[in-house]
């Protein structure tokens, strides 16, 4: 939907899955990425800070880590 123009749409259903089945963390990886894509970096940690249970290190590596690079891999790096 996001990639349809329909980002606004896409929360929405997105806040609703997730209010439906809190325990999915791939849903609240969904809402992230789309975040990070959108520049909303802040927003995106809320989401995945407010996941309970605490997130396990190898859902880090499995499931968030792969979402972040799909997003930030073509952006080229700032000097500090």
Excluded: C, S
Excluded at 8 to 29: C, K, Q, S
């Amino acid at each position: 939907m996001e990639n349809l123009g329909r980002a606004a749409e896409a929360r929405t259903l997105l806040g609703v899955a997730m209010a439906r089945y809190p325990d999915l963390l791939y849903l609240r990886v969904y809402l992230a990425q789309m975040l990070w894509r959108q520049g909303a970096h802040a927003e995106a940690a809320r989401v995945l800070k407010e996941f309970r249970p605490k997130i396990a290190v190898r859902e880090w590596q499995f499931e968030i880590a792969p979402a972040f690079q799909e997003v930030f891999a073509g952006i080229p790096q700032r000097n500090p």
